[in-house]
């Protein structure tokens, strides 16, 4: 089978760091993206990782680690608008479809 | 460069009506997916297509649900027959194609409500 695990919601507070980690058991694997949602509405592409180490694009960094099968997003210096659902997506081969993770709710609080 | 471009935006159909959902992809990308999301939980897959082929619709249900992505035009999805266990977001999102590409573009999505 195939299955990603996230935690389902985090709280922080405004100017804290966050780690959301997703671990993963899939048949095949190309790559881990990270996607953003807010209330519902288009996911938006925050980053990608295929191999082991970590990605930096500006506050937002992300992890993957192949042996172990697990990622993470770090989000740095958050901002209430961070408040959003946070998704990990494997894809298994390039260029196919992307197996999502049921999803973060973080909830970022003054 | 205009996004992904689905519509409607919300549809309302009553059981047993047949839903049509358009997903026009951004300009110069020839890859389609279609995915389902119903409310608190992650996206699943359904049909991956380019133009005039289906390259992997491992996510469809067996019955009822068909798509395409004709030569000229919108990718169609439709659901025939709907039932109440229907009503979910359905997400398009396109990609170039060629195999470099690591980002998939999403649209606003359709919100279909079964009555």
């Known amino acids: 089978g195939q299955s990603l695990e996230q935690p389902s919601e985090v709280t922080a507070v405004e100017g804290a760091i966050v780690q959301i980690n997703c671990t993963y058991q899939t048949s095949g694997f190309y790559g881990l993206s990270w996607y953003q949602q807010h209330d519902g509405g288009a996911p938006t592409f925050l980053s990608y990782?295929?191999?082991?180490g970590l990605e930096e694009t500006g506050r937002f960094s992300s992890f993957l680690s192949r042996s172990d099968s697990y990622g993470y997003l770090l989000l740095q210096e958050l901002q209430m608008k961070d408040s959003a659902s946070y998704f990990c997506?494997?894809?298994?081969?390039?260029?196919?479809?992307?197996?999502f993770g049921q999803g973060t709710e973080l909830s970022v609080k003054p | 460069n205009a996004g992904v471009m689905q519509n409607p935006r919300h549809l309302v159909r009553r059981r047993g009506q047949e839903a049509r959902l358009r997903c026009s992809p951004m300009?110069?990308?020839?890859?389609v997916y279609w995915y389902r999301q119903l409310p608190e939980e992650g996206l699943k897959f359904m049909v991956y297509l380019q133009k005039e082929n289906i390259i992997d619709e491992s996510g469809m249900p067996k019955e009822r649900f068909s798509a395409e992505f004709p030569k000229e035009g919108p990718s169609i999805l439709r659901i025939q027959q709907v039932v109440r266990g229907d009503s979910a977001a359905y997400f398009c999102?396109?990609?170039?194609?060629?195999?470099?590409?690591?980002?998939?573009?999403f649209g606003q999505g359709t919100r279909l409500t079964v009555v």
């Open positions: 997506a494997v894809e298994r081969n390039q260029g196919g479809k992307l197996i």
């Open positions: 300009k110069g990308h020839s890859h």
């Open positions: 999102a396109s990609s170039p194609g060629g195999g470099e590409e690591t980002e998939a573009f």
């Open positions: 990782n295929a191999l082991d």
